[in-house]
T-cell receptor, first 114, second 112 residues
Framework: DAGVIQSPRHEVTEMGQEVTLRCKPI?????LFWYRQTMMRGLELLIY????????DSGMPEDRFSAKMPNASFSTLKIQPSEPRDSAVYFC????????????FGEGSWLTVV | DQQVKQNSPSLSVQEGRISILNCDYT??????FLWYKKYPAEGPTFLIS?????DKNEDGRFTVFLNKSAKHLSLHIVPSQPGDSAVYFC???????????FGRGTSLIVHP
């Protein structure tokens, strides 16, 4: 079975450019999460969707970040405009239920903003 | 403010010995704890968990211990193997918000 699929795997962009990260959750999973990993802060939750509806976006660092989930099989995380401090690994994850006990992560999107 | 703290960024252990990874938490509402393992260029994968009603959970070479009074948990790997070399994330969640909060991770290196 396919796991959580993220694209692109690597992205290098110039400061000020728009970045769009994409995610396809595991089929049948109704919860989707976007996490960001940095050395200083570890794994931070950015936003969480349940049944395509954003439930908690308190982790989104600022208005430059936005996320959408137009349907059960697709989500995007957009940064506009991007800044060097946004450089990190962005993980998408999905869960089959609402217990939070089992979260399946994608392989991550490595973003470098120069 | 980090609610889940992994104060050791790295740990080096010889193959065959025990690896002990520590985690502290501050939120007394946390009632479920998880450990995730992450290899380079891969996403974290679930390893083992423990409910607050228990103080120990064992799965093969991996054992998690929970000390609620100290708000401390630890992951023991015995015997350690080179394939265990990875970053280990401690996570915790409460019944009221089932989204786990992760620590910063500890990088374990097991030397042959």
């Amino acid at each position: 079975d396919a796991g959580v699929i993220q694209s692109p795997r690597h992205e290098v962009t110039e400061m000020g450019q728009e970045v769009t990260l994409r995610c396809k959750p595991i089929s049948g999973h109704n919860s989707l999460f976007w996490y960001r990993q940095t050395m200083m802060r570890g794994l931070e939750l950015l936003i969480y969707f349940n049944n395509n509806v954003p439930i908690d976006d308190s982790g989104m660092p600022e208005d430059r970040f936005s996320a959408k989930m137009p349907n059960a099989s697709f989500s995007t995380l957009k940064i506009q405009p991007s800044e060097p401090r946004d450089s990190a690994v962005y993980f998408c994850a999905s869960s089959p239920d609402s217990t939070g006990n089992t979260i399946y992560f994608g392989e991550g999107s490595w973003l470098t903003v120069v | 403010d980090q609610q889940v703290k992994q104060n050791s960024p790295s740990l080096s252990v010889q193959e065959g010995r025990i690896s002990i990874l520590n985690c502290d938490y501050t939120n007394s509402m946390f009632d479920y704890f998880l450990w995730y393992k992450k290899y380079p260029a891969e996403g974290p994968t679930f390893l083992i968990s423990i409910s607050s009603i228990k103080d120990k959970n064992e799965d093969g070479r991996f054992t998690v211990f929970l000390n609620k009074s100290a708000k401390h948990l630890s992951l023991h790997i015995v015997p350690s193997q080179p394939g265990d070399s990875a970053v280990y994330f401690c996570a915790a969640r409460s019944g009221g918000s089932y989204i786990p909060t992760f620590g910063r991770g500890t990088s374990l290196i097991v030397h042959p």
